[in-house]
Every structure is written in C-alpha cells, then in structure tokens.
C-alpha cells in the first residue's frame, strides 16, 4: 500500500525485490543509450579497465528506479519529483548480476505554500545480491499529504 507524506518520517527504510542484469538487456540499453564499446563489445570490453562486459550505469540507476517504484512505497502517492543529487557508481554490474535497493528518507517538509503535498528525499543504494553497494543517488520527490 502506497505511503503519504506523513508516513515517510525521516529514517523510514525500506529494501526492494531484486532484478537480473541480462547480458541481452544491457546490449540492448547501450545500443540506444550508452554506445560505449565497454557496454556493446565483449572483446573490447575484456580489453578496457573493466576486464569484461558491464552495463551502463544509467541503465543500472533506472533499473534500480524501477524496482523502487515496484515496492509500492510511494506509486500511488507519487506526484513526480524536482531531482536527483548525488548519483555515484562505485562499481559495475555485469551480466548476471541480482540487484536490489536499500532506501531512506532522509528529509521530509511539509510544503508552506502547499500543504497538499511535502518534499520527501530518500537515499537510494544499490546493492549486488552479495551486499556490496555498486550506486547511490538521492530522489527528490514530491509526495502527496492526507491533509
């Protein structure tokens, strides 16, 4: 069941299900999105600092997004968002890899002039299936209040 405004204090957490990067899927993605030769060619890709084939780390990010939005957590309250800070990849993903997300409000305010709706900023992490954390960014959404 989707959360308003005043169910997403600061420090509520929640953890996504998890989604497979396929190998076809993040051809597919850096065709359209992120011609790299890193993300496209498996050969080049062994010959890069990455040492194999990774998927673009937008692809990742809206992946990661996706699965956010699946939760349920703020789909229904959602009335869209002002912004991401702080997008950061620490480490590739690659064909095969599971990722979930750990996220976090860490602001809420109620809006002065709207009361209709607060901004709430969750911290977004994503994690490979073994924990180690590959992205992070902060949503800046605008989430409708029961008020």
Request: net charge negative; aromatic share 12%.
């Amino acid at each position: 069941m989707s959360k308003y405004f005043e169910e997403l204090p600061v420090g509520f957490t929640y953890r996504t299900d998890e989604a497979e990067l396929t190998r076809d899927a993040i051809l597919a993605f850096a065709r359209e999105w992120d011609p790299q030769p890193f993300h496209l060619d498996e050969a080049a890709a062994r010959e890069s600092h990455f040492g194999s084939l990774i998927a673009s780390g937008w692809h990742t990010l809206l992946i990661a997004f996706n699965l956010a939005m699946q939760a349920g957590v703020w789909d229904e309250s959602s009335m869209g968002a002002s912004g991401m800070d702080e997008v950061r990849w620490f480490a590739p993903a690659r064909p095969g890899d599971r990722i979930h997300v750990r996220a976090e409000v860490i602001e809420a305010a109620l809006s002065k002039s709207r009361p209709d709706f607060g901004r709430v900023r969750f911290r977004y992490d994503v994690h490979r299936a073994d924990g180690e954390k590959i992205a992070s960014y902060i949503g800046n959404h605008l989430i409708k209040a029961r008020r």
